[in-house]
């Protein structure tokens, strides 16, 4: 008699279990229905980004949404959990901002480079750009660590549009842009102006997906739908 009640009690025990694992494992298969992810405004890259992602959350079950912001305020938001990730920005800034999880796939790659008027001399390398005043973006995670080599040089402000604003009226003597975004800034305001790029290039910048870590269960599944349709990406410079 007591063997039969230790076995029910065995099997009971081993049933809860059971039930525990299969709620545990459910838990982790359900994502959410919305995922709301921070761009930074004005950035034609990341509607491209936008329109190659959304339909692989699709296949996820997952509507992908997106609120345009300034680069900063969109990476404290993702970061603190108010945001469900950001959809495009440069490799490594997990490093400064703990509670993002990289997709680990480079989606698209930047040419960057420094801006200056024409009859500015050319400067050859970064090293040159010491003791010259720089217009650099903030929340730009490759700007602000560009940013970091020249801290008394630098002059902050809060769009590409307002970089090259000062670099015309005599400010600064030097913005550092990617060629895709200085390329329609230039045309689209200041057409008229002989602004150049510096060569040689400042560096190439790998741009991938970054989620909050809470929502990081959904990663290795994106890395695959990802994977399969890897080919269709233009997106690489």
């Known amino acids: 008699m007591k063997?039969?009640?230790?076995?029910?009690?065995?099997?009971i025990i081993q049933s809860k279990a059971y039930a525990s694992d299969i709620l545990s494992t459910n838990s982790i298969t359900t994502y959410p229905q919305t995922i709301t992810l921070g761009q930074i405004k004005e950035s034609d890259i990341q509607k491209q980004v936008f329109e190659f992602l959304s339909p692989i959350y699709k296949e996820l079950g997952i509507e992908l949404d997106t609120i345009g912001l300034p680069a900063k305020r969109s990476?404290?938001?993702s970061n603190d959990g108010d945001l469900d990730?950001?959809?495009?920005?440069?490799?490594?800034?997990?490093?400064?901002?703990?509670n993002l999880v990289a997709v680990p796939i480079?989606?698209?790659?930047?040419?960057?480079?420094?801006?200056?008027?024409?009859?500015?001399?050319?400067?050859?390398?970064?090293?040159?750009?010491?003791?010259?005043?720089?217009?650099?973006?903030?929340?730009?995670?490759w700007e602000e660590n560009f940013a970091k080599q020249f801290p008394s040089?630098?002059?902050w402000v809060g769009s590409t549009k307002r970089k090259f604003k000062?670099?015309?009226v005599g400010k600064v003597n030097y913005v550092v842009s990617d060629k895709q975004r200085a390329d329609k800034i230039i045309k689209e305001y200041?057409?008229?102006i002989k602004i150049?790029?510096?060569?040689?290039?400042l560096k190439q910048i790998n741009l991938i997906h970054y989620l909050n870590k809470k929502h990081a269960y959904i990663i290795p599944a994106l890395i695959e739908e990802i994977k399969k349709k890897q080919h269709l990406l233009p997106l690489v410079l």
């Not at 063997?3 to 099997?11: A, E």
């Not at 790659?109 to 050859?124: F, V």
């Not at 150049?196 to 290039?201: C, G, N, S, W, Y």
Request: glycine share 4%; charged share 25%; aromatic share 6%.
């Open 166 to 168: 000062l670099l015309t």
């Open 85 to 98: 990730g950001e959809l495009l920005r440069a490799e490594h800034i997990e490093k400064d901002y703990s």
């Open 75 to 77: 990476l404290t938001l």
């Open 106 to 141: 480079t989606l698209y790659q930047l040419n960057t480079y420094a801006y200056t008027i024409e009859k500015e001399d050319s400067q050859k390398l970064i090293k040159d750009l010491i003791g010259t005043s720089i217009a650099v973006h903030r929340g730009i995670q």
């Open 196 to 201: 150049k790029r510096v060569l040689p290039i």
């Open 3 to 11: 063997r039969r009640v230790l076995t029910l009690i065995v099997l």
């Open 190 to 192: 200041f057409p008229k």
């Open 153 to 155: 040089d630098i002059v």
